[in-house]
Nanobody, 122 residues
């Protein structure tokens, strides 16, 4: 499975961005999907995840209430809507897919996209 993330960019604090991640494989609906991020000098951290059907989601406390993950299985695409962005949200954002279940553990994700950079200015 190849994942292509896009939608990153430069935005002012308080602004919004929507990230997209398109999967190359037609069995997209058999994967749980997740978003992770890595800020400069920091370890990769979990952001959000969604079950195969889209019925279940889970967010990190740092983004809960501001970010929303969604998916369109017909388009093999997962989204991350990011609102009320803060400078501390600045990072490279990665999408990933898991044959297992929706989880915050990066080790459960088999395939990763290349990342898209989000920069939030104060």
């Amino acid at each position: 499975v190849q994942l292509q993330a896009s939608g990153g960019g430069l935005v002012q604090a308080g602004g919004s961005l929507r990230l997209s991640c398109v999967a190359s494989e037609g069995t997209f609906s058999s994967y749980a999907m997740g978003w992770f991020r890595q800020a400069p000098g920091k370890e990769r951290e979990f952001v959000a995840t969604m079950s195969r059907s889209g019925g279940f989601t889970y967010y990190s406390n740092s983004v809960k209430g501001r970010f929303a993950i969604s998916r369109d299985n017909a388009k093999n695409t997962v989204y991350l809507q990011m609102n009320n962005l803060k400078p501390e949200d600045t990072a490279v954002y990665y999408c990933a897919c898991s044959r297992s279940y929706y989880t915050r553990a990066p080790t459960e994700y088999e395939y990763w996209g290349q990342g898209t950079l989000v920069t939030v200015s104060s």
